[in-house]
């Protein structure tokens, strides 16, 4: 599916205070289309936890707001580049309570339950890709 692109911006995600600025970018993007408080939580959340994996395990990146329509429904999608170690197995990574990190594992897979469209792509040495939307 192709999208147009409203609005573009990519935010260097390098510190934690990084990751704040990020989220509360994507809030502002989503007030801006007018998106419903209970949507925008969900993007917040899973904005939230990919940035924190971006930091934790990709040692930072990249990530990128942008709002998009398909021609009748407009929405934000979220981009996070690293070029981290990689995930050696995107199944694994993707069930529920698997965690590397001593957490409860709901990262990735939960990030995914709260929006619409979700993308993963891992190389091993070359990083990690992950991709979301949320329409309004």
Do not use: C, H
Not at 5 to 24: H, L, P, S, Y
Not at 76 to 93: C, H, N, V
Request: net charge positive; aromatic share 8%; hydrophobic share 40%.
């Amino acid at each position: 599916m192709t999208f147009t692109v409203q609005n573009r911006e990519e935010i260097a995600v390098t510190i934690e205070k990084d990751a704040i600025f990020f989220r509360n970018a994507v809030k502002t993007y989503a007030t801006k289309i007018s998106m419903g408080l209970l949507y925008q939580t969900k993007i917040i959340t899973a904005a939230s936890e990919i940035v924190r994996n971006l930091l934790k395990y990709g040692g930072g990146g990249k990530a990128m707001i942008e709002t998009v329509t398909d021609g009748r429904k407009v929405g934000i999608r979220l981009t996070f580049k690293d070029s981290g170690p990689g995930i050696p197995d995107l199944d694994k990574a993707m069930s529920d309570g698997f965690s590397t990190g001593k957490s409860l594992g709901l990262g990735l897979p939960g990030a995914k339950r709260l929006v619409d469209q979700f993308d993963i792509r891992s190389t091993v040495g070359v990083g990690t890709t992950v991709t979301l939307l949320k329409w309004k």
